[in-house]
């Protein structure tokens, strides 16, 4: 095996291994800001900067391959210098905003003004007087903390496929802004909150909305209920020291109580639900050929919103059900507030999600007052939820677990892995599976569904009929899968799927725009485990066998599909402009 | 076309040349228009001839800049048998004069009667500037017919792309160019025969070869030169190159602020794909071998070579890391090799000539002719060309004249933004990649801007980084924010404002700019500055608010 | 949303598009061609643009606002680049356009408010020899005399 040297160590390479990746193997840290590891080198900052021994010559450790032989030094007292004085000069063209940033205590650039001791900004400051922009309400953008490392354009462009975000102009004016400085309102992005997950400072940050959930909470004569995804249970964590994938369902809910929700649900059940809805649509489709096929998942908000503007042609495929937390929200505004006798004027519903999107998507359309109000009235990412704990005093690391309110909290593993990709499919197989033949499968595992290939297919026999599906996460997979499926449309031949699951964040949700930073392949697996565990540990594995589900059709809405459930728990799509200026 | 008949149209061309008594070669440049006239310089001759009666006789010939640039409009009057004249700061009254008073009784064999007036226009060959050049790149630009395919194959044109491919193998022509010794004239100065051999080693079943024509140095103008005067030779070597390296795919990047050179270029390519030396099948061989031009649209860092391939695929021309090099990933990922075009403009000569000849020209490590684009306070501005290992006095005073103004030279400027200043004092100096890089400077493109008392170190400084701030990417933060903080010094400096503290800090940022930028660009950006205070610190010194200005050591001026 | 384009305009943008359109990576001389048709490449011919030759509008934006030579608004009638070359610096570049400046009463990258000069600068247009240099709608205009330069171009230029 070939073999180089980093500060006097002998380390084995693999070819293509970077110069950062080889250091690591050797517990060599080589300081990094542009640099994600979900992401091609952008070469952006400086910072990474090693040398050859013989030579002297500079190299940048995150994109350059390590060759055989090479002999690096990746510390020295003038790359130290040179390092500092990049930063130096990079903070010249950033405010000084520390303690009222998003990204307090959780900034890479922080961080690494911290490492190096940037103690005195001497240089005069150049940060441009350009005003943030908050239109779209679910990510804000302030230009003036941009270091332009280049990874939210890479992420939106290449990984999501939706270029709302480009660099404008060059030099010192260069931007990261939608074509031509129009407003992120206007522009085609679909609110999936990438960018901001990858985002090393805070540039790209959530809509914050958490003194909207204190002020229904401070108020006596609102009922405030609350409910969390599939996906922040198993990430929420991370912000509170716990490794990334364990389950923390319990500590939310006991987290929720303290803060004074009066009711905690969970949006596991209304994945739950989905299932129902989505199922018996599938079933409708394929066993009665009532409908188009594919049939394409529709819980995924941002996925939602790049097909009304991207692949509009696609409207008659879309499952018209509603995403979980929708549901929740709509039937604890009436089949909650009327079992309760509660008035749901009085109701607030906060949901708690791995997703910048989901707070477009509560004020998405009319569809989403259902109840006649809006069914869900806030939806906060998993990381403001990790403020509002330690806001809320609560000691997360200890604080007891709690049980939810089991009316709409209960839910099975089926619900659970709606967090991951894959999961929305898996979870519809074996209620479908159930629907047509009447019996569970004796392995609820479909494992060909999970993992983090962009674009995963398979097939399986059901009384007699082959059902082929597809799962792509990542919104720029998505457009592979849907030009097959326009190519056999188009020449007249069976659909290549059935059934298609979409979800616009690499891994599903447990990668969502709102998740805690850091995000890596690694971590979506490990947070993806957790779920998957928790579906193995549950009583029920299938959605039409969680009780209060079946309690659900029996008391309120009668069977999936009903006039009620179309009512409450199904939506319609329209086309959008991909710009609006 | 066949081999054999580049002779024929050789032949024919020069049977209809030699009907012609008189020929008026006249630089066709943007910046040769006579005063006073709307058309171009050969229009205006072509009506002037016709009314004098001599169309028959006189042949009017658009040629490419003829490197006097200071003493245009220029044209140059060829008679069969005599010394060609050089009719120098003509306007349109002049131009008529010309006409009537020299060139039709030359056609007419009779003795031509220039009046005083006149005559003091003429410029005999024997002027110094002519006298110390050799012209190997620039060796056509005074007398060919630039949009004329035939007068470039009259001229010898063609010949090394047959010897090429008829008589030698590929590895054979990267042999011969590494055995010349020619490197790169972009500004790296890397070995061409290697670059080629790297390329040709690649597999890869598209290949491009790249002419690099973005000359962006703002003051240089020698590949303009080329370009509009001689764009077959680029060809040429284009063509060689890419038989060399296996290549089909050739573009011509060129810059868009000239328009001239685009529609010469592409002129010279239809005419090159018509008469079958471009295309399938190159002159009658299995070869074959496409180009096409591409503009730039107003970035220097185009030149950089990934910022190039980038701005070819229709992105923003940012550059991206290397390694991988672009003989390995180039356009749309494909082995690519990219050639400055004076380096391509070499090729065609050294194949016919040989190596040897070649090598015999200039210093141990820097072989052949540099073409320099001489220009500032020297009284002769133009594009001058000479063997390497020339000394710098030789270019300043000898050709160049010295200075117009009287005034004594300070220093010269080469390498352009990533270039340094060198004091009159070390102008024994040959001009050679590897000695004016031990003097701190940079050979650079080949600009060459010659300063004189009045010219403020400070603000030549000054000057450069403006245009490096401007010109940078913004990719990458040492460059994008060094390079704007360290003009602020120098601005600070340069009104009086700046302090010893101020110098410091500048070091600094040069070191981190240096050091830590992405791309050629960056790193050089600080080489004025470092230039500067190398040779000139007294300058600065002389412009603090706390410095005490330092007496000017009295050797700095000649 | 946009005002459209005319058909006139429409025609020409198909026109182009078809000729670049199988042509990978021409953006660049794709507007190169829109800006000579029109002036510069305005927001409609982007979005327009985007459709006819399958390149996301975000591209275009990129690339229209890194390279210099492309505008988005239309620009005055004559356009005078004045060199700001090295050469043309030091023969007092800057000081023609302060005093072509003065003469328009418009900065640097701006148009006249009659739309009849657009006053922009340039690095070396390849005639430093003939430095300073302001070009003129593509003419030379050399060795000229910095003070008085602005006067003497203006003049030979307005209303013509
Ligand atoms: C910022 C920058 C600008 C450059 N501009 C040019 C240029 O205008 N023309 C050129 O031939 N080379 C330019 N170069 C050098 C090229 O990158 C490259 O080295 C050259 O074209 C290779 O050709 P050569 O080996 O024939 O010199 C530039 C390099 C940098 C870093
Ligand atoms: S982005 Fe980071 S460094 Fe900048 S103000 Fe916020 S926390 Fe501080
Ligand atoms: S870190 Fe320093 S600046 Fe920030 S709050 Fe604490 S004391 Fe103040
Ligand atoms: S939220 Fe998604 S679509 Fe919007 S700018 Fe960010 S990455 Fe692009
Ligand atoms: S917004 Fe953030 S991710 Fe995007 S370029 Fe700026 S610093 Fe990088
Ligand atoms: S789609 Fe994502 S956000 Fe929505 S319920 Fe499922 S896991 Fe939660
Ligand atoms: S994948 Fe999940 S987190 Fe990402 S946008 Fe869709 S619903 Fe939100
Ligand atoms: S020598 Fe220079 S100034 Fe003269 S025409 Fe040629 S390029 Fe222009
Ligand atoms: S050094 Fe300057 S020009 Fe080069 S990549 Fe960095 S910012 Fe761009
Ligand atoms: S981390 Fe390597 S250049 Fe930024
Ligand atoms: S431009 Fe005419 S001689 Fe140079
Ligand atoms: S510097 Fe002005 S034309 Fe070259």
């Known amino acids: 095996m070939a073999s180089a040297i980093i500060n006097g160590m002998p380390v084995e390479i693999t070819p293509g291994e970077t110069i950062l990746e080889a250091a690591k193997k050797l517990s060599v840290k080589i300081p990094v800001l542009c640099k994600h590891p979900d992401l091609d080198a952008t070469a952006a900052c400086g910072i990474c900067v090693v040398k050859i021994k013989a030579t002297g010559r500079t190299l940048r450790a995150c994109c350059t391959p390590i060759d055989s032989g090479m002999d690096i030094v990746t510390e020295d007292a003038e790359l130290v210098q040179v390092r500092r004085e990049v930063l130096e000069l990079i903070m010249s063209k950033h405010p000084n905003e520390c303690v009222t940033c998003a990204r307090n205590q959780n900034c890479e650039l922080q961080t690494l003004c911290a490492d190096f001791d940037i103690r005195h900004m001497e240089l005069p400051s150049l940060v441009p007087d350009i005003a943030k922009d908050t239109s779209n309400g679910t990510i804000e953008l302030d230009p003036r903390k941009c270091v332009t490392c280049g990874r939210c354009v890479q992420v939106c462009q290449e990984k999501q496929n939706v270029w709302a975000l480009s660099f404008l102009d060059r030099g010192i004016d260069t931007r990261i802004a939608p074509a031509g400085d129009i407003s992120m309102a206007e522009s085609p992005c679909v609110s999936c909150g990438q960018c901001s997950a990858h985002c090393p400072t805070g540039a790209i940050v959530e809509c914050d909305e958490t003194q909207k959930v204190w002020d229904k909470l401070i108020d006596p004569d609102v009922v405030c209920v609350a409910q969390i995804a599939p996906a922040v249970r198993v990430a929420l964590g991370e912000a509170f020291g716990f490794a990334p994938g364990t389950n923390v369902t319990g500590k939310i809910y006991a987290s929720f109580r303290r803060m004074g929700f009066k009711a905690v649900f969970d949006t596991n059940y209304g994945a739950d639900v989905t299932i129902m809805e989505e199922g018996t649509e599938f079933v409708e489709r394929f066993a009665h050929g009532k409908g188009a096929l594919p049939l394409i998942t529709s819980c995924c908000p941002a996925w939602v919103d790049f097909m009304e503007k991207y692949h509009n042609d696609m409207i008659p495929h879309f499952s018209s059900c509603k995403s979980p937390h929708e549901m929740v929200g709509a039937l604890t505004k009436t089949y909650w507030a009327e079992r309760e006798k509660i008035d749901p004027k009085k109701i607030f519903v906060l949901s708690v999600m791995p997703c910048t999107a989901k707070k477009w998507e509560v004020r998405r359309s009319a569809d989403m007052s259902s109840s006649g109000y809006q069914d869900v009235d806030v939806s906060i990412t998993t990381r403001e939820l990790a403020r509002m704990i330690k806001q809320a005093g609560i000691d997360f690391a200890t604080i007891p677990e709690a049980q939810p309110d089991h009316l709409l909290g209960a839910y099975t593993g089926a619900g659970t892995i709606f967090g991951a990709t894959g999961g929305v499919m898996e979870a519809a197989i074996r209620s479908a599976l159930f629907l047509i033949t009447g019996k569970n499968a004796a392995n609820p595992n479909f494992e060909f569904t999970r993992g983090l290939k962009g674009i995963k297919t398979g097939s399986m026999q059901v009384a007699g009929k082959e059902v082929r599906i597809a799962v792509a996460h990542g919104l720029g997979n998505v457009e592979t899968v849907l030009d097959e499926i326009r190519k056999a449309k188009a020449e007249g031949k069976e659909p290549p799927w059935h059934f298609v699951e979409v979800m616009a964040c690499p891994g599903g949700c447990v990668g969502g725009g709102g998740q805690p930073y850091g995000v890596t392949d690694e971590l979506r697996l490990k947070r993806a485990k957790g779920l998957y565990q928790e579906d193995g540990a549950t009583l029920w594995r299938c959605s039409h066998d969680n009780p209060y589900v079946q309690q659900l059709y029996k008391e309120y809405l009668g069977k999936p599909l009903s006039e009620k459930s179309h009512h409450l728990l199904h939506t319609h799509y329209v086309q959008r402009p991909t710009y609006r200026r | ?558 | 949303m946009t005002t459209a384009t005319t058909p006139n305009v429409q025609e020409d943008l198909q026109r182009i598009a078809k000729k670049w359109k199988d042509k990978p990576g021409s953006l660049i001389m794709v507007l190169h061609e829109v800006q000579e048709r029109l002036g510069c490449v305005p927001r409609n011919v982007c979005l327009e643009l985007a459709k006819l030759i399958d390149v996301p509008v975000a591209r275009i934006y990129e690339v229209v606002t890194f390279y210099n030579y492309f505008k988005t608004e239309a620009p005055g009638k004559h356009i005078l680049s004045v060199c700001t070359g090295t050469a043309c610096h030091l023969k007092g570049a800057s000081k023609v356009l302060e005093s072509l400046s003065k003469e328009l009463g418009i900065k640097e990258g701006e148009s006249s408010a009659d739309k009849e000069f657009h006053l922009q600068s340039v690095r070396c247009v390849g005639c430093c020899g003939m430095a300073p240099v302001v070009m003129v709608n593509g003419a030379i205009h050399g060795k000229l005399k910095p003070e008085s330069s602005g006067k003497e171009i203006v003049a030979q230029y307005r209303g013509k």
């Open chain 2, 1 to 558: 076309m066949k081999p054999e008949e580049l002779e024929t149209k050789a032949a024919a061309e020069r049977e209809k040349q030699a009907k012609f008594v008189a020929t008026i070669a006249c630089c066709a440049s943007a910046g040769c228009q006579l005063p006073g006239t709307l058309t171009t310089t050969t229009d205006f001759f072509k009506q002037k001839v016709k009314e004098a009666g001599a169309a028959d006789k006189v042949r009017v010939v658009p040629t490419g800049c003829m490197g006097l640039c200071s003493k245009g409009p220029i044209a140059r009057v060829q008679t069969a048998g005599q010394p060609d004249q050089l009719f120098v700061e003509l306007n349109a009254d002049l131009g008529g004069k010309m006409v009537a008073d020299y060139v039709k009784p030359v056609a007419e064999k009779a003795a031509p009667k220039p009046d005083a007036e006149l005559a003091k226009h003429i410029l005999p060959a024997s002027d110094p500037f002519f006298a110390k050049q050799t012209k190997v790149v620039l060796k056509n630009m005074e007398t060919l017919n630039a949009e004329s395919l035939d007068d470039y194959i009259l001229a010898g044109g063609y010949q090394a792309v047959r010897k090429a491919l008829t008589r030698m193998t590929p590895e054979q022509v990267v042999a011969e160019i590494k055995a010349s010794g020619l490197r790169g004239r972009g500004g790296a100065g890397f070995s061409t025969g290697l670059k080629w051999e790297l390329t040709a080693k690649v597999k890869g079943d598209v290949k491009y070869v790249i002419c690099n024509a973005d000359e962006g140095d703002p003051g240089a103008f020698m590949d303009r030169g080329v370009l509009e005067g001689d764009p077959h030779a680029v060809l040429e070597g284009m063509i060689i190159g890419a038989y060399a390296m296996n290549s089909t795919n050739g573009i011509l990047y060129i810059r868009a602020e000239y328009p001239l050179a685009v529609e010469r270029v592409e002129r010279a390519i239809r005419a090159a794909k018509a008469a079958g030396l471009l295309g399938k099948g190159i002159l009658g061989t299995a070869f074959n071998f496409d180009c096409e031009v591409r503009l730039g649209a107003g970035a220097f860092v185009c030149g950089e070579e990934t910022a190039l391939i980038a701005s070819c695929e229709g992105k923003r021309g940012t550059p991206r890391p290397r390694p991988p090099y672009p003989a390995t990933k180039g356009v749309w990922d494909k082995p690519t090799c990219i050639n400055n075009v004076e380096t391509l403009a070499n090729i065609a000569p050294i194949i016919t000539r040989g190596a040897e000849w070649f090598a015999a020209m200039g210093t141990e490590k820097s072989k052949g002719t540099k073409v320099f684009a001489l220009t500032g306070k020297v009284k002769n501005n133009g594009l001058v060309e000479v063997p390497m290992g020339t000394p710098i006095k030789t270019i300043v005073y000898d050709i160049g004249g010295g200075t117009a103004n009287g005034r004594k030279v300070k220093a010269i400027q080469t390498g352009g933004p990533s270039g340094g200043m060198i004091p009159a004092q070390y102008f024994d100096t040959p001009v050679s990649y590897e000695h004016l890089q031990q003097l701190g400077s940079i050979m650079g493109s080949g600009g060459m801007i010659v300063l004189d008392e009045d010219d403020s170190i400070v603000d030549l400084t000054r000057f450069y980084l403006e245009f490096t701030v401007d010109e940078s990417c913004g990719k990458c933060a040492p460059c994008r924010i060094g390079g704007r903080q360290l003009l602020t010094i120098v601005d600070k400096i340069a009104k009086g404002d700046g302090t010893r503290k101020d110098i410091e800090t500048a070091k600094k940022i040069c070191r981190a700019m240096q050091r830590a930028s992405l791309c050629g660009l960056g790193q050089t950006a600080p080489n004025p500055v470092l230039s500067a205070l190398k040779y000139f610190m007294h300058e600065f010194e002389a412009r603090l608010k706390d410095g005490k200005a330092a007496p000017a050591p009295a050797s700095v001026t000649k």
